[in-house]
């Protein structure tokens, strides 16, 4: 059996679910488990993972139960951290494929890699349909690899302005893609009026790679790593995410905030800011110094602090199931909130 890219997706024995009850779609809605759980039948099971403890257990169960597919009800933040305790546990055996079933906030990395919209109970109740029908229809998916970045595993890494959009979207009432967008613009309108924005905050320090280059230390915009092309809202910078097997994509952008500005058309249809915006190299092993000693970074949309040092370094391909192209995007709202900016 042949996924869309050509790899083999091994029929094994059900669905295993993991919610997290404290993403933000799951907390507005108390009975999601109970409707997955509903949903799925004598598909698989669903389980509730409220610490990460609970996730060692799961993934200790899902692993005696040999399941086919892992679904996770979560959003970017769910999804990096399920994977992280899965790869610990499964140490170093495959993950089976993976379900994003968008109950969180930002999705960012099931957009990028073809996941379709809906509600975890809709997407779950299509992907049975998917399993059921396989021995006729083989299931579609994508492979990606992920990053170790210290002790997590993700898709995206971001310093600076990147640090300094989530904390300022953290500090919204209403988090979704809406004020998401909205924190976008109004942090875009301030750098063109020249005025200080707390999301344009730059990064100081330097970037050593495996193959002996060096983003030499100095201020930065933002520092950005990431195995998918998108970054938020439609936006990919990360244009040669997959150009060579192994490796992740790396930006120093040394711009200015106006600078980067001027050039977000150029980053939303996926073409290079250039060298005069931006060092963009491909590695499988950076390390990020920040001068100050703590590096401040955002993973998969979730904020983090290390001391001293931090290593980035390529981890293991996984598998997602899809069933649309890869790359959805957001509607043209984000571009509608700045028209200027995209003629």
């Not at 140490?91 to 969180?104: N, S, W």
Request: aromatic share 8%.
């Amino acid at each position: 059996m042949e996924d869309a890219e050509g790899s083999e997706v091994t029929v094994m024995s059900g669905i295993g679910v993991i919610i997290n009850p404290r993403s933000k779609r799951n907390l507005a809605d108390p009975r999601a488990a109970l409707r997955l759980a509903r949903a799925l039948g004598d598909h698989g099971v669903v389980r509730t993972a409220t610490s990460r403890d609970d996730l060692t257990r799961i993934a200790e169960d899902f692993r005696k139960l040999q399941i086919d597919i892992l679904g996770i009800s979560g959003g970017d933040g769910t999804n990096y951290v399920t994977i992280t305790g899965f790869l610990a546990v499964y140490a170093g055996e495959p993950l089976p494929a993976l379900a994003f079933l968008r109950g969180g906030t930002f999705n960012t990395v099931a957009n990028a890699v073809g996941v379709p919209r809906g509600r975890p109970d809709g997407l779950l109740t299509q992907l049975i349909a998917l399993y059921a029908a396989r021995p006729f229809e083989p299931l579609r998916a994508v492979e990606r690899q992920v990053m170790r970045i210290g002790e997590h595993y993700g898709f995206i890494f971001g310093t600076g302005a990147i640090y300094g959009f989530i904390s300022e979207y953290n500090r919204g009432g209403q988090k979704n893609a809406l004020w998401a967008a909205e924190v976008l613009a109004r942090a875009s309108a301030s750098v063109l009026a020249g005025r200080p924005t707390p999301v344009a905050q730059r990064w100081e320090g330097k970037v050593t790679l495996d193959c002996g280059t060096l983003f030499p230390e100095r201020d930065y915009l933002a520092i950005g790593a990431a195995t998918v092309d998108q970054l938020g809202l439609g936006f990919r910078p990360f244009y040669r995410f997959d150009a060579e097997p192994g490796r992740f994509q790396m930006l120093g952008i040394h711009t200015s905030a106006a600078g980067f500005v001027r050039r977000m058309a150029d980053v939303w249809r996926a073409r290079p800011m250039g060298d005069a915006h931006t060092y963009d190299m491909l590695a499988r092993r950076a390390v990020i110094e920040q001068r100050g000693g703590v590096v401040r970074y955002v993973l998969d949309g979730d904020v983090h602090d290390h001391p001293g040092p931090l290593t980035i370094e390529s981890g293991p391909r996984v598998r997602i199931l899809v069933e649309q192209r890869a790359g959805a995007r957001p509607t043209d709202a984000v571009r509608r909130l700045a028209p200027s900016l995209w003629s």
